[in-house]
């Protein structure tokens, strides 16, 4: 019973991604999510207390392997340029072989609209920037990034262009590779960061 309801909840968390890449987060209701599901409203509120405990749900979903992504960045102990590759490249690997869950990515300042909301995009945002930096630190201790760059800005000026780049994949209806375009951009920058 306890496996039943847990596949429940991962069906309801990944249908609601669905609706929100085909649909825009405006347009996500239980109703839709119930009607997809063939279940009743009623079931939904039995998985997640409101609809904002199950988006709730949805941004854990996201970011559920940005810790292990960091520890694999540390376990494979990569000189600092090839780690802020790889920690990338990861990220836009999983969006490549999961469209949808760009949307969400894509919907984050919509999502800020609710304080609980907004307290998990913040710490989304919050990790991802500071273990950027602390990548662009190693990067300029060790001689990879030019000492003369200002670090404070960069993790969002890479993470702002991972979001467009998402956002004209997605408006192209995904014909072009997410990945090679981020990397190649992300190699671009990184070398007019070198010395």
């Not at 929100?20 to 009743?40: F, M, N, P, W, Y």
């Not at 600092?80 to 690997?93: C, D, G, K, Q, Y």
């Not at 995009?121 to 060790?142: D, G, M, P, Q, S």
């Amino acid at each position: 019973m306890q496996d039943n309801l847990l596949h429940r909840k991962e069906r309801l968390i990944i249908t609601t991604i669905e609706i929100i890449d085909e649909l825009g987060l405006q347009r996500l209701s239980t109703r839709e999510i119930a009607k997809r599901e063939g279940v009743s409203e009623a079931t939904i509120f039995r998985h997640f207390k409101s609809k904002n405990e199950l988006l709730l749900a949805v941004l854990e979903n996201f970011s559920e392997f940005d810790h292990d992504i960091f520890q694999s960045v540390k376990l494979k102990k990569l000189p600092p340029r090839e780690a802020i590759n790889f920690l990338i490249r990861s990220h836009v690997e999983y969006y490549e072989n999961y469209p949808a869950i760009t949307s969400i990515l894509l919907n984050f300042d919509e999502l800020r609209h609710e304080q609980l909301l907004e307290d998990k995009v913040n710490c989304i945002i919050k990790n991802r920037t500071e273990y950027l930096k602390e990548l662009f630190e190693e990067a300029k201790k060790v001689g990879e990034i030019n000492p003369a760059v200002e670090l404070d800005y960069i993790p969002d000026e890479i993470f702002g262009t991972i979001i467009m780049i998402c956002m004209k994949w997605k408006m192209d209806g995904r014909r072009f590779s997410l990945k090679e375009r981020t990397l190649s951009t992300l190699n671009q920058i990184l070398d007019a960061f070198s010395k």
